[in-house]
């Protein structure tokens, strides 16, 4: 029986975060990967669409189905990607058009969640019989090495803020170590009307994204906001205020815009505050976005 890993993301934990340094991109193309609405259980079909026009530039197979898949299931080259299998951890890599697997790793333990981390080791919690909240680390490039035990996994909390200025506010936000699950941010603007926002996407351990919850008439810092953390909160509109709600938010991977997807298209918003894109249509279809990569 297939066991799909549906833990939060331990993206590049304990193993750092530099991102400074592009790597070389050997894998798919940067771009907007969608799914392709799956036939079987047994692969998937990734489409890689460019973010300005909508034009397909990559496709490639990975095996089994796409629950529980993100950007940091792949290396930072997107030309591998670790996934589990009945218990069973593997990493695929890219040959061609088909991610086929490479690398494996059994025994009495059952995996979830593999992450790849900036240094390129793949790691994944050790859920086995009396060994539950392990982290193990492989290396992709040396299946014969058994997994490395890595510590305790770090325990998920919830913290509590209010937003600067607003005097009926609150922000609660989940984390898992140093890495941000998500958040949300409710309150009371001072015409006294309220809004609600929920944060799913985390820039790094002080950003989150927000999508507004509430109509237009409540979307009191727009249709999209940046939630920045703190001793008081604060929050930015990046996108202004739409009839859509609720919408898909996906960050860039330098980390400066966030790609919105809306009933018009796709557009993409500047962190920075300096503006969005004209709203571009992708024919994604039936085909379900899973990160901007």
Known sequence: MRRTAM????????????????????????????????TSDEQTTL??????????????????????????????????????????????????DIFADSASWTGERCYEGPSFGADGRVRAVDSGPGLSGRIVSVDPAEP???????????????????????DVSEVRV???GDEIDGGSAYGVSPG??????????????????CSAVSDEQAQYYGTVALLTLGPAATMRELAPPGDARSLPLFPAPDG???????????????????GTSAPRRIAAGTDRPLFWG
Request: net charge negative; hydrophobic share 40%; proline share 6%.
């Open 144 to 166: 014969a090495t058994a997994p490395r035990d890595e510590g305790g996994a770090p325990e998920r909390v919830e913290k509590r803020s209010a937003i600067d200025g607003v």
């Open 174 to 176: 989940w984390s898992t």
């Open 192 to 209: 006294g009307g309220e809004f609600h926002y929920d944060c799913p996407a985390a820039i790094d351990t002080d950003q989150l994204l």
């Open 47 to 96: 489409v890689v669409r460019d973010i300005t026009t909508g034009d397909q530039v990559g496709r490639a197979v990975i095996p089994g189905n796409d629950l529980g898949v993100r950007r940091s299931s792949f290396d930072a080259a997107m030309s591998r990607y670790a996934y589990v299998e009945d218990c069973e951890l593997r990493v695929a890599t890219l040959t061609g």
């Open 256 to 274: 400066r815009s966030v790609a919105v997807q809306d009933p018009a298209g796709w557009y993409t918003a500047a962190l920075d505050g300096s």
């Open 7 to 38: 833990i939060p993301v331990l993206l590049m934990l304990l193993s750092g975060c530099d991102t400074e340094d592009e790597p070389v991109r050997a894998g798919l193309p940067p771009g907007v990967v969608f799914a392709r609405e799956a």
